[in-house]
């Protein structure tokens, strides 16, 4: 498929796409929307797994989905910012997939890396409208981009939704995309130390969250967001 994509999900770790949008995910994949991947790093700095094996499980989980690409910036975990060279690599990205949205992390969460992966992108979204910035893919220029919208998820921490999307119908999905990453996840056969999301606890709890969400908007699971800006719409009858 063309590298152009309706929707870019832009995330810190593998996984984060996963926990916060995988319903939304396949259900524009369902309306026929391009969608894809770009994880800001493997996420080696976890407490379990590596980065290799969470590679590995990135693209499992892709497959899964179905989207059309994934892969990883490569930049460091715990330690990346919003400094002139990540931010150029986010531009590349975006000026090369063209996503009118954009999806991005938490705007503030218990992981550090959530909420500075969240201003990176945000920031890049605008820079990269800027055609005095000058980022070359492939040995080509590339063109001013700038998407329409960017969205943000909510993962670990409680934040109030401006948006909720109904993601009832593609639950199971999102679950099998999640089973994906064993390694991060409860494991009673695993050995290695325990995390925030690999106690038995978590998947329910995040069931619960979808439920709270799904419940805002009368549906059963909704996954929720937060906005930059008002979104525009043209008819107020497509509302739910």
Request: with cysteine.
């Given at each position: 498929?063309?590298?152009?994509?309706?929707?870019?999900?832009?995330?810190?770790?593998?996984?984060?796409?996963?926990?916060?949008?995988?319903?939304?995910?396949?259900?524009?994949?369902?309306?026929?929307?391009?969608?894809?991947?770009?994880?800001?790093?493997?996420?080696?700095?976890?407490?379990?797994?590596?980065?290799?094996?969470?590679?590995?499980?990135?693209?499992?989980?892709?497959?899964?989905?179905?989207?059309?690409?994934?892969?990883?910036?490569?930049?460091?975990?715990?330690?990346?910012?919003?400094?002139?060279?990540?931010?150029?690599?986010?531009?590349?990205?975006?000026?090369?997939?063209?996503?009118?949205?954009?999806?991005?992390?938490?705007?503030?969460?218990?992981?550090?890396?959530?909420?500075?992966?969240?201003?990176?992108?945000?920031?890049?979204?605008?820079?990269?409208?800027?055609?005095?910035?000058?980022?070359?893919?492939?040995?080509?220029?590339?063109?001013?981009?700038?998407?329409?919208?960017?969205?943000h998820i909510i993962q670990d921490r409680w934040?109030?939704?401006?948006?909720?999307?109904?993601?009832?119908?593609?639950?199971?999905?999102?679950?099998?995309?999640?089973?994906?990453?064993?390694?991060?996840?409860?494991?009673?056969?695993?050995?290695?130390?325990?995390?925030?999301?690999?106690?038995?606890?978590?998947?329910?709890?995040?069931?619960?969250?979808?439920?709270?969400?799904?419940?805002?908007?009368?549906?059963?699971?909704?996954?929720?967001?937060?906005?930059?800006?008002?979104?525009?719409?043209?008819?107020?009858?497509?509302?739910?």
């Amino acid at each position: 498929m063309s590298e152009q994509v309706d929707i870019l999900c832009i995330t810190a770790h593998p996984d984060d796409a996963e926990i916060g949008m995988g319903g939304t995910i396949l259900r524009h994949l369902d309306q026929g929307r391009t969608v894809g991947i770009v994880d800001l790093t493997v996420g080696e700095l976890g407490t379990r797994g590596s980065g290799e094996i969470r590679q590995q499980e990135a693209e499992a989980a892709a497959t899964s989905l179905g989207v059309g690409f994934r892969y990883q910036l490569g930049l460091r975990d715990g330690f990346f910012r919003a400094d002139e060279e990540s931010l150029l690599q986010v531009v590349v990205a975006l000026r090369r997939h063209r996503p009118r949205v954009v999806f991005t992390n938490a705007v503030h969460d218990r992981h550090p890396d959530h909420g500075r992966g969240s201003a990176l992108v945000s920031e890049a979204c605008f820079l990269s409208g800027l055609r005095r910035i000058a980022t070359v893919h492939a040995g080509s220029a590339q063109e001013a981009w700038r998407p329409t919208s960017v969205f943000h998820i909510i993962q670990d921490r409680w934040i109030e939704p401006d948006l909720v999307v109904d993601v009832t119908a593609y639950w199971k999905g999102k679950m099998e995309a999640l089973a994906c990453f064993k390694s991060q996840f409860h494991d009673p056969d695993s050995t290695e130390p325990e995390s925030p999301i690999s106690v038995p606890e978590f998947l329910p709890t995040l069931e619960g969250r979808a439920l709270d969400m799904g419940r805002l908007i009368g549906v059963t699971y909704g996954e929720g967001f937060t906005v930059e800006r008002p979104p525009g719409i043209a008819d107020v009858m497509e509302l739910g």
